[in-house]
């Protein structure tokens, strides 16, 4: 599937349709810099989607808000595709097509078939958020909004990561 040929429709069945993790015990990944969690997420459905749920927090003092939670599609002939990222305030943003700018907020960032069709990077869109302020609330927000089941505060203690750390 060519990613020119994505509508938002479909954008908006891979985001809302019901999702479970089928790796909830899988460990986070210390980097240079950084570390990271990924997850594999299967639709509950019939349509045979498959994701990587990935979270990514940089580990340099003072960085805490420099982190990125999203959701890649990856399609049935090899390619993948971020759909949404959860981002944290460290960085400031450009919506290119719309030619604005966000400052240093939290922001979301949705693949949209607009920036699709204006040959710009997929999930350039963002917009600002108040919804979370710490990686664990961006993916707490991300679960809920993609509809992803499967991670219960138990296991994600395991995994060094508390979602539902308050």
């Known amino acids: 599937m060519a990613f020119e040929s994505i509508t938002d429709e479909f954008i908006e069945e891979l985001i809302s349709c019901r999702k479970m993790v089928s790796n909830p015990k899988t460990r986070e990944v210390v ?18 989607h498959i994701f990587e749920l990935f979270a990514r927090q940089n580990l340099a003092d003072g960085m805490a808000d420099d982190f990125s939670c999203g ?14 990222r959860y981002n944290g305030s460290s960085h400031p943003h450009r919506n290119k097509v719309e030619n604005n700018s966000l400052g240093l907020v939290y922001h979301i960032h949705r693949v949209t078939e607009r920036y699709i069709a204006a040959n710009q ?7 600002e958020t108040d919804r979370y302020l710490t990686q664990q609330e961006a993916l707490h927000c991300l679960l809920k909004d993609c509809r992803i089941e499967g991670l219960t505060s138990g296991e994600v203690a395991q995994n060094q990561i508390d979602l539902f750390e308050e």
């Open 31 to 48: 980097k240079p810099g950084h570390k990271q969690i990924n997850y594999i997420v299967k639709a509950l459905d019939d349509s045979g």
């Open 71 to 84: 959701l890649r599609w990856l399609a049935p002939n090899g390619e993948s595709l971020i759909i949404c």
């Open 121 to 127: 990077k997929p999930d350039g869109f963002a917009s």
